[in-house]
């Protein structure tokens, strides 16, 4: 499995972003995915989490603003995010719930 994310970028406060990260291999389509992010000097946390049937769920930090999608036939789990503000910086990250692939991460920058 591998997990290619992408979409990152350097946006200023209220813009928005869509990220998105695609899966190889066939687990995708019977895996929960997530995204998470790692803020520089932070440990890395669960931002939002998207189950085979669309069930999602998000950090209290995000909700309302940022909204997981998925695709299971595209193999691609998608992340867009708005109304940005600046402690939205850092590594974004998707993962396979409940294993150990994650992708390499994009880097997602809010600054004016």
């Known amino acids: 499995v591998q997990l290619v994310e992408s979409g990152g970028d350097l946006v200023q406060p209220g813009g928005s972003l869509r990220l998105s990260c695609a899966a190889s291999?066939?687990?995708?389509?019977?895996?929960?995915m997530g995204w998470y992010r790692q803020a520089p000097g932070k440990q890395r946390e669960l931002v939002a989490g998207?189950?085979?049937?669309?069930?999602?769920t998000y950090a209290s930090s995000v909700k309302g603003r940022f909204t997981i999608g998925r695709d299971n036939a595209k193999n691609t789990v998608y992340l867009q995010l708005n109304s940005l503000k600046f402690e939205d910086t850092g590594v974004y990250y998707c993962?396979?719930?409940?294993?150990?692939?994650w992708g390499q991460g994009t880097q997602v920058t809010v600054s004016s």
């Open positions: 291999g066939s687990l995708f389509s019977i895996k929960t």
């Open positions: 993962r396979m719930i409940g294993t150990d692939y």
């Open positions: 998207i189950t085979v049937s669309g069930t999602t």
